[in-house]
């Protein structure tokens, strides 16, 4: 067990690298994070599925510039942490809960980060717009010192709340899968809302209404 949970905090500080400092390869999309944290722990299923719905949730928002977004990948390791091998209607709502949870933990942990870089930023100013070699690499450093220790904390506090839920959860079955319908219903709202502000709301709505009915129809045809 203790393998394992060194593991899932490797796997999480990297993840967490991947979303903006460094890589940024995909492996920090939630469906991939997940799946590797259940393959990790001998149940690849529950890792794919918690990964998947936080895939959706993850659909209505971009990782670039000052813009303010959950960390969904490490959230997905939690969440797979907490799915894996509990029984299906009682894993997989608390887990995306638990990965929710943990994603605006990162969250809070981005915003942190930005403001020590900032301070970084502004304290050897003259010395980058000069082009100091020196200061230009020790900056990009210690950022990437920042965030990879902010990966690892929200990595571990999240499987610390996994761990806690996955073994001392008061909820019944029934209220377990309660919340299962209710996340599934808001990953799928979120992510409808995600596409929608892609495609917007004149041709490129009616082009993507035009393409899921024509997938739609294959799917039935074939």
Partial sequence: MSGQFALLLLWGTFVGLDLVSVGQAMFARPIVAGTVGGVILGDPVAGATVGAILELFALDVLPVGAARYPDYGVGAVAASATAAHAPAALGIGLAVCVGLAVAYMGEVGIRIVRRGNTVDVRRLRDALDEGDVVAVVATHTR???RDALRSLVVTALGLVLALGVYRWSPVSLESALLVTVV??????GSAAGGLVSAVGR?????WFGVGLAAGL??????
Avoid: D, H, K, Q
């Fill in 143 to 145: 950022g990437f010192l």
């Fill in 183 to 188: 996340v599934m219903g808001a990953a799928v």
């Fill in 202 to 206: 004149g041709t490129g709505l009616r």
């Fill in 217 to 222: 129809l294959g799917v039935v045809l074939l």
